[in-house]
């Protein structure tokens, strides 16, 4: 497609349950983002690919975060034994090395 | 750590009013910053992007000034319409000591209502 798609939109689950978002980005881009919003708040970094490998994960905030670009395109992050703080719309964003970058609709997540 | 206000936190205004955002960095060092839109329940859209050597970018009714040394920038937008109604996030891109480090900082976001 044309734009950074990330699929599920919307994901509501139990508290302890593992999750999967993902992210597919703009074709040809080479850097994928991860940020989290919550209401009111602006994105905050989590994680940075460029390619294949994690050039920046230090914003994820907890052991129980983790993301993948197995080959250096599709991305997927995963969170463990979620908890209610993690609930969020989780965005995906990609773009050339230092260039504009072009955002997902998002996923909410929900967890109750 | 690079910190990034944007004020005010919401604007309400008539249609047909120009108006200013604005936003402020505390590390100067940066890259580039772009000025994004964000509407209820969606992602961010780009408006428009300034590298760190540049003054300002246009993009019809939007104009965007970058004053590196102060750590500033605005967003203009004329003739605003309720179209524009949306929240307006402004986010740097600063460059670590090893060059390689392009993550984005954003504000808060300024929460813009054009009423008709």
């Known amino acids: 497609g044309a734009g950074v798609s990330q699929t599920p939109s919307n994901k509501v689950t139990e508290k302890g349950k593992y999750v999967e978002l993902r992210c597919d980005p703009i074709?040809?881009?080479?850097?994928l983002y991860w940020y989290r919003q919550s209401l009111g708040q602006g994105p905050e970094f989590l994680i940075y690919f460029q390619g294949t490998g994690a050039a920046d994960d230090s914003g994820l905030p907890n052991d129980r975060f983790f993301a993948v670009r197995p080959e250096g395109s599709v991305s997927t992050l995963k969170i463990q034994r979620t908890e209610r703080g993690d609930s969020a719309v989780y965005l995906c964003?990609?773009?050339?090395?230092?260039?504009?970058?072009?955002f997902g609709e998002g996923s909410r997540l929900t967890v109750l | 750590k690079q910190e990034v206000t944007q004020i005010p936190a919401a604007l309400s205004v008539p249609e047909g009013e120009n108006l200013v955002l604005n936003c402020s960095f505390t590390?100067?060092?940066?890259?580039?910053l772009q000025w994004f839109r964000q509407d209820p329940g969606k992602g961010l859209t780009s408006l428009l992007l300034i590298q760190s050597s540049q003054r300002e970018q246009t993009s019809g009714r939007l104009n965007a000034s970058l004053d590196k040394s102060s750590g500033r920038s605005t967003l203009y937008i004329a003739a605003s319409q309720p179209g524009d109604s949306a929240t307006y996030l402004c986010?740097?891109?600063?460059?670590?000591?090893?060059?390689?480090?392009?993550?984005?900082?954003f504000g808060k976001g300024t929460l813009l209502t054009v009423n008709p």
């Open positions: 590390d100067s060092a940066i890259y580039n």
């Open positions: 986010a740097v891109r600063r460059l670590d000591s090893g060059g390689s480090n392009y993550k984005l900082t």
């Open positions: 964003a990609s773009s050339f090395v230092a260039g504009e970058l072009f």
């Open positions: 074709s040809g881009h080479t850097a």
